[in-house]
């Protein structure tokens, strides 16, 4: 058991290009969730699948923004035509299902658009 | 919706000494759980504690614990003989029972444990 990892750890872009991220979670795990963090603030959530099934996004999340977990294992996010407000940190995170599941998050990925 | 806030941005505790943060939520549910994670400077978000809301006992990890009043909706960590490695940002987050983990988050507090 290695952990959630994700990749890459940095990304700098330029305003208007696209971008995508990368997370594998722990093996063994069905549930799968992306958050953004903003500075000075706490995680918000974005999307969850279970399996490869996306079964929930948040209004956060607009129409530039893509995530797949095409084979139920690692998952990508995706950000079309980015906007300084992008800008964040984005977190991926992995559960089991279960009466105890908990949330086990990666290191994420901290994208700046200039 | 959910809310949770968290009053104090800054805390300052030294070495070996007991710190307690604060977290207060808002919520109509009944079923619910309450988490703490701290996130280092190493920006991963780790699970220190967490309290469902229909035991009444407090939960505890060892230094950490919990002073958790269900009508207050007030939901406190305990740190016990900090240590430098505490030093961090400390999230409190609140999940609705069976919404498949999703987490509403405070906006952190951030710890820092002197010599």
């Known amino acids: 058991d290695t952990g959630v990892s994700q990749d890459p750890r940095h990304k700098i872009t330029k305003r208007g290009q696209n971008v995508t991220f990368r997370c594998d979670p722990i093996?063994?795990?069905?549930?799968l969730y992306w958050y953004r963090q903003t500075l000075g603030q706490g995680p918000e959530f974005l999307t969850y699948f279970q399996n490869e099934a996306q079964l929930e996004k948040s209004r956060l999340l607009s129409d530039r923004f893509s995530a797949e977990r095409p084979k139920g294992s690692f998952s990508t996010l995706e950000i079309q035509r980015t906007e300084q407000g992008d800008s964040a940190m984005y977190l991926c995170?992995?559960?089991?299902?279960?009466?105890?599941?908990?949330?086990?998050f990666g290191s994420g990925t901290q994208l700046s658009v200039l | 919706a959910q809310t949770v806030t968290q009053s104090q941005p800054e805390m300052s505790v030294q070495e070996a000494e007991t710190v307690t943060l604060s977290c207060t939520y808002d919520?109509?549910?009944?079923?619910?759980?309450l988490f703490w994670y701290k996130q280092p400077p190493s920006r991963q978000m780790i699970l220190v504690i967490r309290?469902?809301?229909?035991?009444?006992q407090n939960a505890t990890e060892n230094r950490f614990s919990v002073n958790f009043q269900k009508a207050a909706k007030s939901f406190s960590l305990k740190i016990s003989d900090s240590q430098l490695g505490d030093t961090a940002m400390y999230f409190c987050a609140f999940m609705t029972a069976g919404t498949a983990s999703k987490l509403t988050f405070g906006t952190g507090t951030r710890l820092q444990v002197t010599l």
């Open positions: 093996s063994e795990h069905n549930r």
């Open positions: 309290q469902e809301a229909y035991k009444q």
């Open positions: 919520t109509s549910e009944n079923n619910y759980y």
């Open positions: 995170a992995s559960s089991e299902q279960g009466a105890n599941e908990k949330l086990f």
